[in-house]
Structures are given as structure tokens and as C-alpha cells.
């Protein structure tokens, strides 16, 4: 019969911070053949007994570490008749957050005297409580447990400020310094490792000055360069031990950058033009308002810096203030308002310490919109309108006040027509912007073709008037006139070198004596003796032995020409016509005569063609 006794054992706790455990062991089979006594057990299987032991660096028992003061511990394994274990596996383990291990993964092999000695020391500077050590030891089959508690102490740390040496430390403005920091522990240098250290300090967060927000130290000590970017006042340094509460601090004295110069950042209204005072209304102000800049000499913007305003002004205007503090973006703001007169004025702002600046010129205006610079005018004079629906033009009206300032936006004009239509289906004028606005003209009934009761009504010729009040209730009129054209040449004059003007029906035949270029002139027309369409084109075809060019090539926009009050007389453009023998044809005093001709088309942009023919006489090469 087979039997197993397991014996357990748990040694007291021993002195100097050691505690030993006797763990579990496997019992004998009995000798073969032999019987157990009855109502006896077997003899018992020894157990291992593991003991630890901490100590200080000087070898005195203890169970408190600190950052700088390790503990050294101390493990034994014996059997259970007291002989130690050598080469026995033995493995601590503890709560990481409070110690490391030296070596780092806790596991070791027992000795020939059954002992391992292992560092521990707290996990970081940060770390701080107490906690338990605990060992395992395997060998053979068997195993022991043992624990013991142990405490991480303060670390003790402090910081200090070795420089600056003075508190608070003079700082010209935007100077540097050096900062040299000391971590100490116990009153020594700490030099068992490097330890982050974090900065802050008012000006840095502002951005007015600017050092490392963090450092770590090197045998103990830390250096950084703090600059000052304009702070002006004194900075409170705080530097604290990452991952602890261990603080110091220091201060700067930095003196304030002088100011260098004070310019003009902005004047509205943009156009830097006010009305006279009670000619304020929609898009028209009397009020300027000047924004300038006060900077030091490093070109920062400068706060709390004391400005004086004046007025430079040959006529009386109101300054509403006359000083101003620079803000924390170095501004200072003054307004002006006009007084009853036009006239041009400047903003001086000056520092107490003589340095000045001009504003740009501020003018006053009337701001009303004077007859004399109404201006009125259609993109195209000649559209073709006569025979068509829809030709359309924009008309453009231009007002400025007796300055020749643009007038304020959103001046109402009135336009109308009596014949064609302009304007839109909102309305049949504009509102200015920027002293302007335009409309569009279009072709349309009415059309006249001749008006018995107005002889003075041209046919084909659209008359444009348009109207507007000033703030003072006088009224603005302009007028332009647009020509329907029509689509046909229908009247063609030549007018000869003398002047005068030959009416041309069916073509034209040119006598050429010499073989020099002949220019032919000629005024083209509608039926109504208006100009053709803008846009219409000259050309040549069917050119046979001489060459063509045209001056203009294409008609021109024409206005009206009146004659008085009104449009008289053929209003039809001018167009030179350069007629050359082509080359090889033609020879100077030759006795026989051929000639030349060529196809002229006028051709309007709908695409309608009024053909001449145009044939030349000249002294034959043949």
C-alpha cells in the first residue's frame, strides 16, 4: 500500500525584515513487501524553508527605500534538514509602479550557500507607499514561498534657481539670460539619474517670452536660456520635477521695449473721403475713423503707450478724441467729423517722446452730385436695330460731386428712351457704385421712320434721357442718342479729292495714269443716312489684276453729330479704300490701256452684305 503525507510548516517572522516560509513536499513509497504499522504514518518528506532579508547600502536592516537609497535584498533557500539549495530558480515579483529591479527581470540562481542578492529601488521620483516583495524557489520538483513588506519613502528632491542669482533678476528688453537649475537630494547634487524638469512662466504663455518647456538634468544640474520677446514687465518663472510636486520659482524684471515709431495701420471709410456735415446719408458717412500702430525698436507692436492726435485742416472739422492708449496689439484709434465746408485734412498722432506721424489727406466732400460731371454715353452709337429686335448696348451714366469725387453709392438714376426699351424688368434705371452705373438699350418698337409732326425726329435714331435729384432736391438731366442702323448699305457717296461728294449708284470706275495707288474714298450709310452697324466689316473678292486694302476695315461705334439741337446731314462713316495695279500688270506710259476690277462687300454682323463694284483703268505691261 502506497501513501502520501504532506507536511506544511510556516517558520516565524525573522528579525531584520526577514520572513521564511516552508513550503509543500512529496512523500515515500514504503519498502517493497513490508506493511505499515497499523495506526502509524509514514515518515515525513523535508521541506525547503526561503528566507528574505532587507538591508540599506550600509548593510543595516531596513525596509524603507528611497530614489537614492536602494535597498539590497537578500533571498536563501535551505532544505529541510537545513542544507542550502544551490542552483535553485528563484523569481521576485512586486507592484511595478512602486520599485524596479536590479537585475531588471527579478529572476536568479541560487548560490552554492543557497542565497541570491538582488537591488531594489523605487520605480521613479514620483513613486511613493508601500507594497510587497515577493519570492518564489523552484528546484527538484519542489518549490517555496516567501514575502515581506516593504515602504518607498519621499524622494526628498528639491530644485533651486543657481541663476539668476538676484530675485527678481534685471532683464533689458529683448535680452537673454542663462537659467542654471540644481536637483538635490539630502542637501547633495542628485546624480543616480537624469530628471525631467518643466517651466512655465506668464510672459511664455503670452508669448512674450521664450525658453524650454521642459529640461532634464545632467549630474544633477539643468541650464536653459530664458529671452525675453517683449514681456515689459516681471515674469514669474515656475519650475517644477516632472511627475512630483516638488516646485520653485524666480522672477525676472524686464524692462519695456522703448517705442520707435508710430505709423497709420488703417483710415475708413476706404476711400478716405467724408461728406460735409448733414450730407450723410445711405453709402455716405462724416465720420473718418484713423487707426495707427505704435511699434518698438524690434518692429513689435507696442501696448500701453500714451498718443496725442491733432488735425492738420484749413477748415474747421471736429477731432472727437484727442489721445488714446496703444492696446495689447499696439493700436490707438481716433475719429474725426466734418464740418460745414469742403476741405482736405490729415490726422498727426505724436508719443511723448517727439516721434510722430501724418495720416494720409482725408478729404470733405459735398458729396452731392454736381450737373457739370454728369456723363453720359452707350457702349456702341450704332446698333442693328433698325431691322432687328433685341441689338442690344449698355448706356453708362458717371456722376461726381464739384470735387470730382465719385458720388456715394446708391445714387438713383432714372433712364428712358422713345424708342427702343432700356432698363430692366425691376426697373428702368441703376443705383451708382463707385460714381457709376449701367443699363442695358435694346432694340424694339417703337421704331421711327419719319415723323410728320416732329420734322425734327430723325428716323432711326433712338433718343436716351436720364434724370437724377442731389440731396438737396436739384434735379440732374442728361441725353444721348443711339442709332438703329440698318442692315444695307443703301447709301454710298465718293467723295473726290476736291471735297466734293458724288452720290455712287450701280459702281465705280477708277482711271489710273501712272500705276500708283489710288485711294478711294467713301461714305457708307443706311437708307436713313445713318451709320452702319458697329462692327460691320469692308473686304474686297473677285480681285483681278489689282489689290485692295481698307481704312477703317470695320465701322467704328459713331455718336451722333448734331447740328444744334439736332442730328442733320449723313451721319455714315469714312472709309479710305488704297486701289494698286497688282504687279506685272501694269507699266507707266505704255500706250494701250487694260483695266482691273474687284468686289466690295459690306457685310453687317447679322451677316447682311451690300456688294460694289469697283473697277480701274491703267496703263497696260502688255
Known amino acids: ?274 461728406v460735409i456735415k448733414g450730407a450723410g446719408g445711405s453709402g455716405r458717412s462724416e465720420t473718418a475713423s484713423i487707426k495707427f500702430l505704435v511699434i518698438d525698436q524690434f518692429g513689435n507692436p507696442l501696448p500701453n503707450q500714451a498718443v496725442n492726435f491733432s488735425t492738420i485742416s484749413t477748415k474747421a472739422v471736429v477731432l472727437n478724441k484727442a489721445s488714446d492708449v496703444s492696446d495689447s496689439n499696439g493700436n490707438v484709434t481716433t475719429t474725426v467729423n466734418s464740418g460745414t465746408e469742403p476741405t482736405a485734412l490729415r490726422i498727426q498722432a505724436s508719443l511723448p517722446n517727439g516721434i510722430s506721424s501724418i495720416s494720409d489727406t482725408i478729404t470733405v466732400t459735398t458729396g452731392l452730385p454736381t450737373q457739370a460731371s454728369l456723363s453720359l454715353s452707350p457702349l456702341s452709337y450704332n446698333i442693328e436695330g433698325f431691322n432687328y429686335d433685341n441689338a442690344q448696348t449698355s448706356v453708362t451714366l458717371l456722376l461726381a460731386d464739384q470735387f470730382g469725387n465719385p458720388v456715394a453709392d446708391n445714387t438713383p438714376v432714372v433712364f428712358q428712351t422713345d424708342s427702343g426699351a432700356i432698363g430692366s424688368a425691376g426697373r428702368g434705371g441703376c443705383t451708382t457704385v463707385n460714381g457709376g452705373c449701367s443699363v442695358t438699350f435694346r432694340s424694339q418698337n417703337p421704331r421711327y421712320s419719319s415723323d410728320a409732326s416732329a420734322p425734327q425726329k430723325r ?70 443716312l445713318n451709320p452702319m452697324p458697329s462692327g460691320t466689316t469692308l473686304s474686297a473678292s473677285s480681285m483681278v489684276q489689282v489689290q485692295a486694302d481698307f481704312f477703317p476695315a470695320i465701322v467704328p461705334t459713331a455718336a451722333p453729330v448734331y447740328n444744334g439741337n439736332y442730328v442733320t446731314g449723313d451721319q455714315g462713316t469714312v472709309h479710305l479704300i488704297p486701289i494698286t495695279p497688282s504687279s506685272g500688270a501694269c507699266r507707266a506710259g505704255s500706250s494701250k490701256i487694260t483695266s482691273g476690277s474687284l468686289m466690295l462687300q459690306i457685310t453687317t454682323p447679322n451677316g447682311n452684305v451690300t456688294p460694289l463694284s469697283v473697277s480701274m483703268s491703267f496703263p497696260s505691261a502688255t
Open 459 to 528: 428716323a432711326g435714331l433712338a433718343t436716351i434721357s436720364v434724370s437724377s435729384l442731389n440731396s438737396s432736391n436739384i434735379p440732374l438731366t442728361g441725353q444721348t442718342a443711339i442709332f438703329l442702323s440698318g442692315s444695307y448699305a443703301t447709301n454710298i457717296t465718293q467723295i473726290l479729292d476736291n471735297g466734293t461728294n458724288v452720290p455712287v449708284n450701280g459702281g465705280i470706275t477708277l482711271n489710273n495714269n501712272d500705276c500708283s495707288s489710288m485711294i478711294l474714298r467713301l461714305r457708307i450709310s443706311d437708307a436713313r
Open 1 to 274: 500500500m502506497k501513501s502520501t503525507i504532506i507536511q506544511w510548516r510556516t517558520a516565524a517572522l525573522v528579525f531584520g525584515f526577514s520572513t521564511m516560509l516552508i513550503a509543500c513536499g512529496g512523500g515515500g513509497a514504503d519498502a517493497p513487501g513490508q506493511k505499515p504499522a497499523i495506526g502509524s504514518l509514514s515518515a515525513p518528506t523535508s521541506a525547503p524553508i526561503l528566507s528574505i532579508s532587507l538591508a540599506d547600502s550600509n548593510g543595516v536592516s531596513s525596509n524603507v527605500t528611497t530614489i537614492n537609497n536602494p535597498l539590497s535584498v537578500t533571498a536563501r533557500i535551505v532544505d529541510g534538514k537545513g542544507v542550502p539549495v544551490p542552483n535553485a530558480l528563484l523569481v521576485f515579483s512586486s507592484d511595478q509602479a512602486l520599485v524596479n529591479f536590479q537585475p531588471t527581470s527579478g529572476s536568479l540562481i541560487t548560490d552554492g550557500n543557497g542565497s541570491v542578492k538582488m537591488q531594489l529601488s523605487p520605480a521613479s521620483i514620483s513613486a511613493y507607499g508601500a507594497g510587497m516583495l515577493k519570492a518564489v524557489a523552484s528546484y527538484s520538483g519542489l518549490s517555496a514561498q516567501a514575502q515581506t513588506a516593504f515602504t518607498v519613502g519621499d524622494s526628498k528632491l528639491s530644485v533651486n534657481f543657481v541663476t539668476p542669482t538676484t530675485n527678481p533678476a534685471m532683464l533689458k528688453a529683448y535680452g537673454s539670460t542663462v537659467i542654471t537649475l540644481d536637483v538635490k537630494s539630502n542637501g547633495s547634487l542628485y546624480t543616480a539619474s537624469a530628471v525631467s524638469l518643466s517651466l512655465a512662466s506668464n510672459c511664455a504663455a503670452a508669448g512674450k517670452a521664450t525658453f524650454p518647456a521642459t529640461v532634464s538634468t545632467n549630474n544633477g544640474r539643468a541650464q536653459l536660456t530664458y529671452r525675453d520677446n517683449g514681456c515689459g514687465q516681471t515674469d514669474s518663472i515656475v519650475v517644477s520635477v516632472t511627475g512630483a510636486t516638488t516646485t520653485a520659482s524666480t522672477q525676472i524684471q524686464i524692462s519695456p521695449p522703448d517705442a520707435a515709431s508710430i505709423q497709420v495701420a488703417s483710415i475708413l471709410p476706404a476711400d478716405q473721403s467724408i
